[in-house]
């Protein structure tokens, strides 16, 4: 199917690899336009023009999302490159892993800065031209850690349980504006997220053995089965899902340990 998101200009964060470029990717097949944000402006730019190349409607800037004024102007930027923007994907986060008493202030601030005020940035600096233009969809990229917690890895899932709740609360007080709120909750994806947690271990390659195993599909997501899922959230295909989460986790969270 082709044509889904036509109409969508779409703000997406951390759009340089991973998730993010997978999202952009999978956005662009479905015709919408597309302004991409990342930190890393060579791997942005490299990205970038291999989609414009391909004749993908897709401009961008290179930003830290951290930065509140930086990502305004973005959006100020955005507008005149692809029109007022319409949706958001909030996806750029990083993983911040400790033991809670081994957490340093520098850290704490670090993980709740990127993977919680940088989302609100984000949709502060959309909302107010959404709720002008009568409408918009926003998607928050949490996590399976928004409401189960691995041992030694505080405080990055405290702030994914804060962006789950971020996404309800926006959710409603702009449903009367006709803006949708809703999150996506991925398991395991295969990221370099993921490879960098796999190489934290004295044996990486037991570690993503183990990770494997605890998948009842013996195996973890890509990133583009995690974009399938953003496209038909993003769309209009699902005009009353607001303020909820969709899990992409392959029934990694629904088990139960036992004997
Ligand atoms: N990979 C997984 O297993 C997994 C699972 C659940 C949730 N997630 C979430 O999905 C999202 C994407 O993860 P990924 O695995 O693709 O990560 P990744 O590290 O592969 O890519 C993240 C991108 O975000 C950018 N970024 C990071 N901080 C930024 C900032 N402050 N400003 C702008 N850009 C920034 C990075 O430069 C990078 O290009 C994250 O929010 C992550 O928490 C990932």
Not at 35 to 50: P, S, V
Not at 121 to 142: F, S, W, Y
């Amino acid at each position: 199917m082709t044509g889904r998101l036509a109409g969508k200009r779409i703000f997406v964060t951390g759009a340089a690899q991973g998730i993010g470029l997978a999202i952009a990717k999978a956005f662009l097949r479905e015709e919408a336009a597309l302004y991409l944000i990342d930190r890393d402006a060579a791997l942005l730019e490299r990205e970038a023009m291999l989609m414009s190349q391909a004749g993908g409607d897709v401009s961008w800037t290179a930003a830290d999302i951290t930065d509140a004024a930086a990502i305004a102007a973005a959006v100020a930027e955005a507008a005149k490159a692809i029109g007022p923007i319409n949706a958001l994907v909030n996806n750029a986060g990083v993983n911040v892993f400790n033991e809670p008493l081994e957490t340093s202030d520098e850290d704490w601030s670090r993980c709740f800065d990127i993977n919680l005020k940088g989302a609100w940035n984000c949709c502060k600096a959309v909302l107010p031209g959404m709720i002008g233009a009568g409408g918009g969809v926003i998607l928050n990229i949490a996590s399976t850690h928004a409401f189960t917690i691995i041992p030694h890895t505080f405080p990055y899932p405290l702030a994914k349980h804060a962006l789950l709740g971020m996404t309800k609360s926006l959710g409603l007080e702009y449903a009367p504006k006709n803006i949708r709120v809703n999150a996506l909750a991925p398991g395991y994806v295969s990221t370099q997220k993921v490879i960098d947690y796999w190489n934290g271990f004295a044996d990486p390659d037991a570690a993503r053995a183990e990770t494997m195993k605890l998948h009842p599909g013996g195996r973890i997501a890509s990133p583009e089965e995690i974009a399938m899922a953003a496209v038909f959230m993003i769309s209009d295909e699902c005009p009353f899902m607001n303020a909820t989460c969709l899990t992409i986790d392959g029934g990694l969270s629904v088990q139960q340990h036992a004997v």
